[in-house]
């Protein structure tokens, strides 16, 4: 047995250790991920007036700033009892949703890609036109990916005044209504972003990605198609992509995009064998076991969660908690919203071969491509001269949830105020349940679990890296 | 290329909003930089080398093996607890961040805090007593300090380079590295906050698209009117540094044209207001903050005449999220 430490474990969102034991043929018997880096946002909100989570969330993260905002003002709306007004709701709608496909479009093309570019895979068919498209800071595609990415980004300074770090979502909508001519200008940007999707990136309109219904049709669509991605489903084809990665194969999502009350994805939670069940926000607990956290109440529902540091000890391996969900590690993301709404190529990938590396990123791809028409739907129905902001009047003592789809997964905020000031504020982000480490049960994470078995000597293929950035991971958010 | 200059990024206690902004820049940002004459030696979200070949291009250059340029940090400084900085160790290295930092920044010829979280501790210092023992490189809130201490230096002779603001524009990074680039930069640049005066000049106030209902302190009451920020809803663009109405954000915002106040996200210690964000501290109904550079007698003097004049228009239009009274339409011409 052999210990290997990667770190800092780069083009992720934040800082990053993976602790990887392997076995006597350098495979991996056991991982242990480890988020370096403690904040105390929820200590840092105590005390605070209650609106002034509007402030502070954001800043808990740099990528996924706006689903802690709208987490935020959905939980005080709770609390308020009040709803987003029409247009507030599609404003919300648009701005979450252009943060999670600008979050898309730079895992893909900055974290995710460039790995392929990496030096192990010379002599592969694919390896010389990958690594002059795909290399870190010089290949070709980034000079295409961040203007498009920066161009979906100028929808906030229509609607949210600028991003990251917007206090323009509020508990009764947004701040910004828009005139008419604005509306043109954001339908014109979402235009301009389709082209870029369409023409660079999956080379066929989005429709008819969003249609394909099985993986023998993805194959089919991708076979000879030009476009960035068609290009990573060959090499992904080479490599295998659809066999490596597998975690618990059990799948949560918040739902996302409420439109009239129903949303665009549905909330649930999604097995291979057993289907769909409903959302039970009551299994959800946080164990701080192997946390540097004191746990001596055990695992507690985020409504009477708690934070302390406790650096000191015995077992600890990591500053984040260990979400579980009826008592067990499971796998949120767009992979988890997809399945959870039914998408029926990646519930038949799942069922055969597990999650993937290839399904994660396929699912992310599909998002872009079902998410881009409804975007364009929120934006024709804007209408100018109606409310974009509920007014509302915030109690002295209340509390609320606010469960919300970042791109990476699920988000919760858990908040309770008494006397006008904030007395519990509790986070769990996606990469909190993604990236967990043990349990009290000693059940791994799902990240930890997905890198079981791999090969991980000095001499492997990145199989490793590509498994942690195929979920994406947000480590600002992770800890918080 | 070996004339160029040599850029080593590093993020500690924060959230990476200022790489996420920076990446907003509206040009191809990589090329651009690198036609300034600007190359990235390690960004830990943008660079090829990871684990253990990343911590060798560290170590290189925290030892002078291997010379460098410009430092950028990104994120607070946590020094806790109890002066271990174990709230974060770098991934891989088993070595506080704050170590890194102090080592490289002995060895750059120029430091930059990007983002006020580096400057001066921002919101990682905002937790009631402190307990991340967060500061900033060279400032512990108001106060100079911090990581690196009041007389630190950098190689060519600066103290550091704060770029504050929560986040930062990407204009105010890419302008100021271009500048070392174009033959470095000297101190008169930099305000008294050591903020670069290229952005840092001007006050979030000048160009603001609600001057008409500021002039006549015709105020907003509620999210989403129309109406000045400053008299109810906490605005401190009339005080707060920044280029952030004549340097659109996302191409066409700032957060005054995005409906919500200015919370002085460059200024020190803007975390900790001693008021709710959204709300205006007043005493006899009298906002405590002023404009900066007005006299308060005049201010409360002015404000009163103003709000005896103000047009119906603008009174109406002041509490409505857009337009309800429109300007006339003169019929004789322009004069």
Redesign the interface.
Known sequence: MSRR?????????????VILDLDAGQQVAAARV?S?????FE??L????P??A???VP?????C?VSQSVAAASALAGAMDIRPTANGARATNLILAAENLADHL?HFY??FM?DF??PAYAGRPWYEATASRF????GSA??QA??A??GL????????????????L?P??????L?AS?KI?VLAQLRECRAFLETTLLGDRLEALAGLDSPAALAAWAAGRPGDFPAFLALAADLGLERTGRAYDRFLSHGAYPEDGAPLFPAGFWQPDQGLTPLAPEQISEDSRHAWLVDEEGPLHPRNGLTR?E?EKEGAYSWCKAPRYAGQPLEVGALARQLVAGQPLLQELVRRQGASILARVTARMLELARVLPAMEGWARALE??Q???A?GTLPNEGQGAGLVEAARGSLGHWLEFRRGRISRYQVIAPTTWNFSPRDSRDQPGPLEKALEGLPAGPEAPPLV?HVVRSFDPCM?CTVH | MSQNLRLLWL???????????L?????????ELAGAGID?LWH????????PE??QILEDAASGAAPFDILCIEGAM?RG?AG?G????????GKPMTDWVARLAARARWVLAVGSCTAYGG??A???GN??EACGLQYEGNGKGGLLGREFRSGAGLPVINIAG??THPGWIVDTLETLAQGGLVEDELDELGRPRLYADQLVHHGCSRNEFYEFKASAE???DLGCLMENLGCKGTQAHADCNTR??????????????C?A?TEPEFENPGH????TPKVAGIPIGLPTDMPKAWFVALAALSKSATPHRVKENALA??PRVLPVQKKTGLK
Not at chain 1, 59 to 63: D, E, H, S
Not at chain 1, 172 to 177: C, I, L, N, P
Request: aromatic share 8%; with cysteine.
């Open positions: 430490i990667l770190g800092p474990f780069n083009r992720v969102e934040g800082d990053l250790e480890n370096p880096l403690f904040r105390g200590q840092l105590l005390g605070r007036a609106l002034d509007l402030a502070i800043r808990i993260c740099g990528i700033s730079s900055l974290f460039p570019a990496h290399a870190a800071l010089r980034a000079g961040l203007p990415r920066a980004l100028k929808l906030m300074g229509f609607l949210a005044g600028k991003w990251p770090h917007s206090l323009g509020q009764g909508g947004t701040t910004r209504a005139g604005e200008r540091v650096a100018p001269g409310a974009y902001c007014p890296q600002a | 993020q500690s206690g924060g959230c990476g909003g200022c790489t996420q902004s990446l907003c820049h509206e040009r191809p940002l990589f090329a990235f830990p979200g943008l660079s090829p080398a990871s684990g990343a911590l946590l607890p271990s174990r709230f974060h160790l770098l991934g891989g290295s919101l990682s905002a937790t009631p307990p991340l929560c986040p509620k999210p989403s659109p954000w996302n191409g066409a915002g700032s957060c005054l044209k995005g409906g919500y106040p919370i996200c709710p964000f959204l709300e999220d857009h």
